[in-house]
């Protein structure tokens, strides 16, 4: 009966320690990927596929939560394209996404948090007829005739699910802007991103 309790007990604990790291642990990941993205309202427009980087710092809070936080260089915006030119709206941000993280299972976690973001570029490029230029997205908008702003701070809800594996960990997330990021004549758009990354996690 001894034998039986203790082999239970042991199973018990395997099945309750999913996280791949220590409680009380910190660890930093550097990290790379794509984005996937585009802006609402905007149909007809095509997604804009660009680069995410950067690093997140994670503390191992218990067994089966940690918090997270980072800084990622985003490249987000659209393509839009028709038979006499294709246009590109960059819009490249600054984000720090703060997230908590449930481990469901040995390495699988859910993520959740808030995303503010930091704008540090917005232009416009225009190809048509073999020639290509490329401005600033606001002054092109004005330039147009339209009474536009674009904003400089952005703010997302991340959410999404990462799997570790000897400390390389895969994440996939979905990051839907709450805030406007182009206002224009009583109109206004968002920002809607699929990332996917892969980084390494390096213990403290």
């Known amino acids: 009966m001894k034998k039986i309790i203790f082999i239970a ?3 018990l604990a395997s099945v309750g ?18 984005n996937v993205a585009t802006m609402t309202d905007n149909d007809g427009s ?20 940690s918090l997270s936080f980072g800084a990622l260089y985003s490249q ?17 941000y600054i984000n720090v ?33 073999g020639a290509s230029a490329e401005v600033d997205l606001e002054k092109a908008l004005q330039a147009g005739g ?7 701070v952005d ?4 959410m999404g699910l990462s799997y570790e594996y000897r400390n390389f960990q895969f994440d996939a997330r979905y990051n839907f802007s709450v805030t406007k990021a182009i206002e224009a004549e009583g109109e ?17």
């Not at 987000?76 to 490249?92: F, H, P, R, V």
């Not at 339209?146 to 400089?152: F, L, P």
């Not at 206004?188 to 403290?204: P, R, W």
């Open 9 to 11: 007990c042991l199973l």
């Open 17 to 34: 320690t999913f996280a791949q790291h220590a409680k009380g642990s910190f660890n930093i990941q550097p990290k790379v990927g794509l």
């Open 46 to 65: 095509d997604p804009r596929v660009g680069f995410v980087g950067g690093a997140e710092f994670e503390y191992q809070a218990t067994d089966l939560l």
């Open 76 to 92: 987000q915006g659209l393509k839009a394209n028709s038979d006499e030119m294709d246009g590109t709206i960059k819009m490249d």
């Open 97 to 129: 996404p703060v997230l908590l993280n449930v481990y469901v299972t040995k390495g699988l976690a859910v993520k959740a948090g808030i995303q503010p973001g930091f704008k540090v570029n917005s232009k416009v490029k225009v190809s048509a007829s």
């Open 146 to 152: 339209v009474d536009a702003s674009v904003k400089s």
């Open 155 to 158: 703010f997302a809800i991340p």
């Open 188 to 204: 206004s758009t968002k920002h809607s991103v699929f990332q996917f990354t892969v980084g390494y996690k390096f213990d403290l």
